[in-house]
Antibody
Framework: QVQLVQSGAEVKKPGASVKVSCKAS????????ISWVRQAPGQGLEWMGW????????DYAQKLQGRVTMTTHTSTSTAYMELRSLRSDDTAVYYC??????????WGQGTLVTVSS | EIVLTQSPGTLSLSPGERATLSCRAS???????LAWYQQRPGQAPRLLIY???SRATGIPDRFSGSGSGTDFTLTITRLEPEDFAVYYC?????????FGQGTRLEI
């Protein structure tokens, strides 16, 4: 069965960087893009960007341009999301999801990133 | 950027009743790429509907989606206790992908 397993919770200081991983299994990794979505405490869902594991193409949300980098490692079927220059309002649960045309059915379990001095 | 506005913000109903949730887009959205998700506390979003009206695998038939253009609706007939959660509409046809702000369905 399809599974996305994310790395564990992180606590970071303002100005630091965080890199979250998302290991995929149960399907051909290069067949579908991976989107990253975050959710601040008590808030809604925010799309951060997308990466194609097939060719590495990326598309980032404008508000995160310059601070976010998404990559993939096809040999291990793992996607990564790095966010730099962290601020307190980056505190959120970060999710990866398989971006299918038939809806985003498969999501990781989420990774809590806390930014606090 | 397409802004999705959901209404109402909170919907208070009882088990057995019918829920109607609305999602209005700031510009026309391809129906092929309009989805609805359910999110329970502490859980990842769960895909309910894609393509505006197609139920995802394993989703009970009490959930249905409809609409086109700028107006979309999620209907839940005969509410079950486990249906009380937050619901999001989502457009993923063109970048930037966006989500509505959510409708909280509460008892």
């Amino acid at each position: 069965q399809v599974q996305l397993v994310q790395s564990g919770a992180e606590v970071k200081k303002p100005g630091a960087s965080v890199k979250v991983s998302c290991k995929a299994s149960g399907y051909t990794f290069t067949n579908y893009g991976i989107s990253w979505v975050r959710q601040a405490p008590g808030q809604g869902l925010e799309w951060m960007g997308w990466i194609s594991p097939y060719n590495g193409n990326t598309d980032y949300a404008q508000k995160l341009q310059g601070r976010v980098t998404m990559t993939t490692h096809t040999s291990t079927s793992t996607a990564y999301m790095e966010l730099r220059s962290l601020r307190s309002d980056d505190t959120a649960v970060y999710y990866c999801a398989i971006s299918r045309a038939t809806g985003w059915r498969d999501w990781g379990q989420g990774t809590l990133v806390t930014v606090s001095s | 950027e397409i802004v999705l506005t959901q209404s109402p913000g909170t919907l208070s109903l009882s088990p057995g009743e019918r829920a109607t949730l609305s999602c209005r887009a700031s510009q026309s959205v391809s129906s092929s790429f309009l989805a609805w998700y359910q999110q329970r506390p502490g859980q990842a979003p769960r895909l309910l509907i894609y393509g505006a009206s197609s139920r995802a695998t394993g989703i009970p038939d009490r959930f249905s989606g409809s609409g086109s253009g700028t107006d979309f609706t999620l209907t839940i007939t005969r509410l079950e206790p486990e249906d009380f959660a937050v619901y999001y509409c989502h457009h993923y046809g063109s970048s930037p992908y966006t989500f509505g702000q959510g409708t909280r369905l509460e008892i």
